[in-house]
């Protein structure tokens, strides 16, 4: 029912936009959050947003370089990422989740597929 699209190849310092496309559930009722696990890594949390948008929050790994925003009534949600770096590269993943806590996956509902990024040169 969620579907990450919008990765791919970029240099460093490059940017994308990923988005994550609902189809299915009632969207403005959840948060959603962006996950990623690279390769021999655990999931690590990326940024989550508020049902309504009011509030975002970041892993400090990301604070200043991304950015994650929605729209409600194109049921989608994106996350913005700047200043992409070699360690950024991994398969990103968004979620419907009751709240945020933090950027924790504690309350996920629904994962949906990821999407890749890898950012070479």
């Known amino acids: 029912q969620l579907q990450a699209s919008g990765g791919g190849l970029v240099q460093p310092g490059g940017s994308l936009r990923l988005s994550c496309a609902d189809s299915?559930?009632?969207?403005?009722?959840?948060?959603i959050g962006w996950f990623r696990q690279a390769p021999g890594k655990e999931r690590e949390g990326v940024s989550c947003?508020?049902?309504?948008?009011?509030?975002?929050y970041y892993a400090d790994s990301v604070k200043g370089r991304f950015t994650t925003s929605r729209d409600n009534a194109k049921n989608t949600a994106y996350l913005q990422m700047n200043s992409l770096k070699h360690e950024d590269t991994a398969v990103y993943y968004c979620?419907?989740?009751?709240?945020?806590?933090?950027?924790?996956?504690?309350?996920?509902?629904?994962w949906g597929q990821g999407t890749q990024v890898t950012v070479s040169s």
């Open positions: 979620a419907a989740l009751h709240l945020c806590v933090g950027v924790r996956d504690d309350t996920v509902d629904a």
């Open positions: 947003i508020s049902s309504g948008g009011g509030r975002t």
């Open positions: 299915g559930f009632i969207f403005d009722e959840y948060a």
